[in-house]
């Protein structure tokens, strides 16, 4: 029995045929699943000869008529899509860079029947501070839905245990960049560095070896974007 038919399978014996009879004029679970196989097979990149680097984070887009009909399934149903696709990830070599993520969304273009998969490859982040941390910064760092504190002196950004924030993006080398930070309340200065890496950096998509950063800035290495935020004094924890 091929991974699809025993996906289809789970998922009809979890809800007794009930999604099945919803879906029958509608979008078919196995049709999703069976795109989202395709997304990872278009978009896999080398990393070895065995090893392949494959999107995790992916967006369903359906009709609104038919999100409407998957909305009291709709966790169950992506348990079995991410279960189903981790098999298929296994099979063909592929690595994930992070936990695996699928959402579903409405679609005022689409029709009923039709859906389509939107998907991206977001890494990892790991890092030591403290929620507490966080809430008194001056400046935040943004990667990936997580925030960081920018403190003085700064901190290391690379794939490395050593470093201070961990991105798994296997663009990024070990010991990537360093984020510089100087100043207090009133003269706070932000800049970032390339420590010698493999893939350097880019600053507000310019690539650079150094450079001040501002409010809004970002800088992206491999495949991942950071952005710069100033907090305002209202709304730091700072007295």
């Keep these: 029995m091929g991974g699809l038919q025993r996906f289809e399978n789970r998922l009809e014996q979890m809800i007794s045929g009930v999604f099945a009879r919803a879906f029958r004029s509608a979008v078919q679970p196995v049709e999703i699943s069976a795109a989202l196989q395709r997304e990872v097979d278009n978009n896999a990149q080398i990393l070895s000869r065995n ?17 409407e009909r998957l909305s009291p399934y709709d966790s169950a149903m992506a348990e079995e899509l991410t ?12 690595v994930f860079p992070g936990p695996v993520n699928i959402v579903f969304e409405g679609a005022d273009d689409l029709t009923t ?7 991206k490859a977001v890494a990892k982040v790991t890092h030591n501070a403290t929620n507490t941390q966080v ?11 997580t925030q960081h504190p920018l403190d003085p002196p700064g901190l290391v950004v690379g794939r490395g245990t050593e470093a201070d924030l961990r991105i798994n993006d296997p663009g ?23 420590l010698d890496s493999t893939n350097g950096m880019l600053v507000d998509a310019s690539k650079v070896l150094e450079s001040p950063l501002y409010d809004g800035s970002t800088v992206k290495i491999g495949n991942t974007t950071m952005t710069v935020r100033i907090v ?5 924890g700072d007295v």
């Design 51 to 67: 090893r392949r680097l494959v999107p995790n984070s992916f967006h369903v887009e359906l009709s609104e008529g038919d999100l």
């Design 232 to 236: 305002d004094d209202e709304k730091s």
């Design 83 to 94: 279960s189903t696709l981790r098999e298929h990830a296994d099979h063909q070599s592929y």
């Design 135 to 145: 809430g008194r910064a001056r400046a935040l760092l943004e990667v990936n839905g």
């Design 113 to 119: 029947g039709r859906f389509r998969v939107r998907s």
């Design 172 to 194: 990024v080398s070990r010991r990537h960049i360093q984020f510089l930070v100087s100043g207090g309340r009133e003269g706070l200065k932000l800049g970032v560095r390339d």
